[in-house]
């Protein structure tokens, strides 16, 4: 017994009627970016099928090296499979998703991040780099962030979006351009 027990048998239902997605192109042709919380699930919350969107989840949907090491990737990837139907005007749109009531909204208070430094051994810095204090805000440093990464494709193009926890509705901050 896990605590896994009841999803593993919401697995098996879904195995049940499952039809495998080919390995491929994203149908929707957008890569998310956006917090791990649980109050935030693009599937749901943006109705994504499997075989739709790559989604990359970190706290608060921050964009970091790592993130847009995924999207150098993702890029790559996407350039490789239509590779056999010439290579593609454009790749994808990268959504940069935040969002109200953020947990690491907290982190914006020197004290508590002090705190929280202390007990995980994350630095002080990285942890105030991750704050979600207003997501208005953030979401448009972060797609700056990801248009000046140094290692985005040109047929990438980037938008900044605000999902508002207490209305489920997503507000675009940031309209979609190319770096
Ligand atoms: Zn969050």
């Known amino acids: 017994m896990t605590r896994m027990t009841p999803l593993l048998e919401r697995n098996e239902q ?11 192109p994203a149908a929707a042709k957008v890569v998310i970016v956006t917090c ?8 749901i919350v943006l109705g994504l099928q499997l075989g739709d969107a790559p ?17 150098a990737y993702l890029a790559y990837l996407a350039e490789q ?27 914006a208070d020197p004290t508590f991040r002090h705190r929280a430094a202390e007990a995980t051994g994350v630095p ?32 990438v193009s980037v938008s900044g979006h605000v999902y508002d926890i207490t209305t489920g509705r997503l507000t675009t901050t940031v309209d979609a351009r190319y770096p």
């Open 14 to 24: 879904f195995a049940r009627t499952y039809t495998p997605v080919a390995l491929g």
């Open 36 to 43: 791990l919380d649980h109050q935030v699930d693009p599937a």
């Open 55 to 71: 989604v990359i989840r970190n706290a608060g949907g921050r964009v970091t090296e790592a993130v847009t090491e995924d999207i």
């Open 81 to 107: 499979v239509f590779a056999s139907q010439g290579p593609p005007a454009t790749l994808f749109e990268v959504a940069v998703i935040h969002h109200t009531q953020c947990g690491t909204g907290f982190l």
């Open 124 to 155: 002080e810095a990285a942890l105030e780099a991750s704050a979600v204090a207003d997501p208005h805000t953030t979401v448009k440093a972060d797609a700056e962030r990801v248009l000046t990464a140094p290692q985005l494709s040109p047929k």
